[in-house]
């Protein structure tokens, strides 16, 4: 081993040693501490089925109205100049940077029957407000700039001479874009999935201001925590904990099998 | 046979003004020009994979101007190969069949392209583990079994290491001869061209230059900038020149040029002077002073002061030695009638 001990990345190793163990030590100690027999208690009520499903489920569609939505406009963005493009990215980002519970607010605002766009929804017979698409229209709006973001890098570390040459070589821009752009660039697509729906699984702020009920997990867990307190609360958060993690590392893994695939000769 | 007419487009950073050229089919022509003088994007415009602004694509008397890239028949072989990275070599060269179904013998073109290029122990191997010049030949088969009308290619030798660069040449060279496939190939280094190409066309900031046989550019420049770019050392005022020796014959044939005001210069070779300690029988001769030599093993370099002008000699080492050549020896410095290019500006 060597002797002498770099200083620099001593002390580096030190903090980051800290930072770990900020956030392992919270998420261990909500495992370790909570009843087993009050975790299966829990997990057999209705109501806490019910809210998880809702956030698996709301975050699950959100990622997909995620996916239709974004990946062509972030190829758009990848593969064009145009005037006020610095704009537009940058209004992609707005979301990032606003509050959740404002981003709640100037959702309720529009979907409310005070502006035309509640109305009309409303004419149609579509709720918005206090439904699972309340819940999505919320995710939607807080998660959507990653896998944007996302989308684009990964387009963006394609070369665009690939395209041509597939192109040259007879295949159209659709062909083009499924056997090369997207084949080469669906990990990253992949990744930036797996953060919108990590955010959208994990945001409480703008869907409890859209829709209360049905509830999603964080709804239900601040619920229980305000009418009944941390001992009350904590069950839930364990099991949200838990799901999470689980779903997470399986995706994880599916996107770095892909890696091994693509890397094997 | 592919015709560009007046082709003209313009970038943020880059424009090509009214470039016409005109391929023979099944010939061999390169573009030369410097880095950045818009080689590529002619390409990428004749493949139809940037819009023009002005002027026709026309291959084989059809006009493709309007047509999409996919809908031209021209493949394109960039620099740095663009090999699809998630495909195997094999899928990668067969990648163009997918598409064009009209290809005939396909099984057997890509027999043949695998064996003259030598690849067919890597046909299941990824991209990312091939070296420059095994993907280079990848490349080239996946362009060339498609059956193209034109191959275009990106500077094919400028990410190769000197080895590699002759044997792929001379691969290129055996495969145009055995398919005949129309190539336009485009480069800055102008001695990459000598051994590959039938016609050149020099370019200059969008602009062609000059086109010709490999022997016509090189011999006869017809610009300062075309003279310096196939390496035409000593070009100097035809005023400063002719105060100095009497030029009226070589004025007197080249007459025809040598109206409508514009300056011209006297340009040389520095293989084409000769350089000695006495007194030399070369139509001209002058005396100066040695200020430089160099020495690279294949030909010496000496740079010679003299009233006139500074001169650049090449001579061979033997020679070199033989005259006993240092800094600021005097020297005697000739050269014949023969050699002297007038250039315009």
């Known amino acids: 081993m060597n002797s002498k001990v770099d200083k620099l990345y001593l002390i580096s190793a030190l903090l980051g040693m800290l930072v770990i163990l900020f956030i392992m030590y919270p998420i261990t100690n909500s495992l370790f501490t909570t009843d087993g027999e009050i975790l299966l208690e829990t997990l057999k009520e209705q109501e806490v089925i019910n809210a998880i499903w809702t956030s698996i489920f709301t975050a699950t569609m959100t990622t997909l109205v995620a996916f239709v939505f974004g990946v062509p406009f972030a190829y758009f963005l990848a593969r064009n100049d145009f005037k006020g493009k610095k704009l537009v990215e940058s209004i992609i980002d ?44 919320a995710m939607l709006f807080v998660s959507m700039p990653l896998l944007i973001n996302a989308a684009k890098d990964s387009f963006l570390s394609i070369s665009p001479k690939l395209e041509n040459v597939s192109r040259s070589l007879g295949a159209t821009h659709w062909q083009t874009f499924m056997y090369i752009t997207f084949s080469i660039g669906w990990r990253g697509i992949l990744t930036g999935m ?29 619920d229980r925590f305000n009418a009944f307190g941390l001992e009350y609360s904590k069950p839930v958060s364990t099991i949200l904990i838990l799901i999470s993690l689980i779903i997470f590392v399986l995706l994880r893994i599916i996107a770095r099998r892909g890696v091994a695939v693509d890397r094997s000769t | 046979m592919i015709e560009v007419r007046n082709l003209s487009l313009t970038l943020p950073e880059f424009a090509l003004d009214d470039v016409s050229l005109s391929i023979d089919t099944g010939e061999f022509f390169a573009l030369l020009g410097p880095t950045g003088s818009g080689k590529t994007l002619l390409l990428e415009a004749i493949a139809g994979l940037k819009d023009i602004h002005r002027g026709k694509i026309i291959i084989n008397g ?4 309007k047509l999409k890239p996919e809908q031209r028949n021209i493949s394109i072989v960039y620099q740095d190969y663009a090999l699809f990275p998630n495909m195997t070599v094999k899928d990668n060269i067969n990648y163009g069949l997918r598409f064009k179904k009209n290809v005939r013998g396909a099984g057997s073109r890509f027999d043949l392209l695998v064996e003259m290029l030598g690849i067919s122990r890597l046909l299941n191997r990824y991209p990312h583990n091939l070296s420059g010049g095994e993907q280079q030949r990848v490349a080239l088969a996946r362009a060339l079994i498609v059956e193209p009308d034109i ?50 066309a020099i370019i200059h900031r969008g602009i062609i230059q000059q086109v010709g046989s490999i022997e016509e550019v090189f ?85 010679v002061h003299t009233d006139s002008a500074d001169f650049t000699a090449y001579l061979t080492p033997n020679r070199y030695f033989e005259l006993e050549l240092a800094e600021n020896k005097p020297v005697f410095l000739g050269f014949n009638k023969k050699d002297i290019n007038l250039i315009r500006e």
């Open chain 1, 194 to 222: 797996i953060l919108t729906w990590a955010r959208s699984i994990s945001e409480f702020g703008a869907v409890i201001i859209l829709t209360y009920h049905p509830m999603i997990a964080p709804t239900l867990i601040f």
């Open chain 2, 62 to 65: 059809k006009d493709v101007t």
């Open chain 2, 219 to 303: 011999k006869t420049p017809n610009s300062k900038f075309t003279a310096r770019f196939v390496g035409m050392k000593n070009i100097f005022p035809l005023k400063q020149m002719n105060g100095k020796f009497n030029f009226k014959d070589l004025l007197e044939q080249n007459k025809h040029h040598h109206n409508g005001g514009s300056q011209y210069y006297v340009g040389l070779r520095a293989e084409d002077i000769v350089v000695g300690n006495e007194r030399l029988e070369t139509d001209y001769q002058l005396k100066g002073i040695i200020t430089a030599v160099s020495n690279n093993g294949i030909y010496s370099e000496v740079k």
């Open chain 2, 151 to 200: 191959l275009l290619l990106d500077e094919p030798f400028s990410a190769l290491d000197a080895n590699t660069k002759e044997t792929v040449q001379k691969e290129i060279k055996k495969i145009h001869s055995a398919l005949k496939t129309t190539t336009l190939m485009v480069t800055h280094n102008f001695s990459e061209v000598f051994s590959l190409a039938g016609k050149v």
């Open chain 1, 94 to 137: 707005i979301p990032i940077v606003i509050p959740h519970t404002v981003a709640g607010i100037i959702l309720l605002t529009i979907f409310s029957s005070q502006c035309w766009i509640g109305r009309f929804l409303e004419s149609i017979g579509l709720e918005v407000i206090g439904t699972r698409i309340g819940i999505v229209t």
